[in-house]
């Protein structure tokens, strides 16, 4: 069990996986809802009320882990480039996925 919450705390392709399939899951649960009429159920309507809730609990909650893990390293960043150990890379810098985040801006201005 401390493995698999290790797993979804550290690993952010897990989780979106997790969702993608959740919501192919759900898109596909309202034609069999509609046929079979459980959308008349209190208990159903109720379950899936409680499902949305947790959800979208579960979501702001993820949002707002990665929120103050980046103004953590902003302020890190900037604590150490008032006390002058930090200098700014010439090359550009890029996360994991290879999108560029900062560019030499020197360069494009000649």
């Not at 959800?55 to 006390?83: C, I, M, P, Y």
């Amino acid at each position: 069990m401390k493995r698999l919450w290790s797993m979804v705390q550290g690993d952010p392709v897990f989780m979106r996986q997790v969702n993608g399939w959740l919501t192919i899951f759900w898109i596909a649960m309202i034609p069999v809802s509609l046929a079979f009429h459980w959308v008349e159920s209190v208990v159903y309507v109720s379950a899936l009320s409680l499902w949305a809730l947790v959800s979208g609990h579960w979501s702001a909650w993820q949002a707002a882990r990665v929120e103050v893990k980046e103004d953590e390293a902003e302020d890190r960043r900037k604590a150490l480039t008032e006390t002058g150990s930090w200098r700014e890379s010439s090359r550009h810098t890029r996360t994991r996925a290879g999108r560029t985040l900062r560019a030499k801006e020197k360069s494009h201005s000649r």
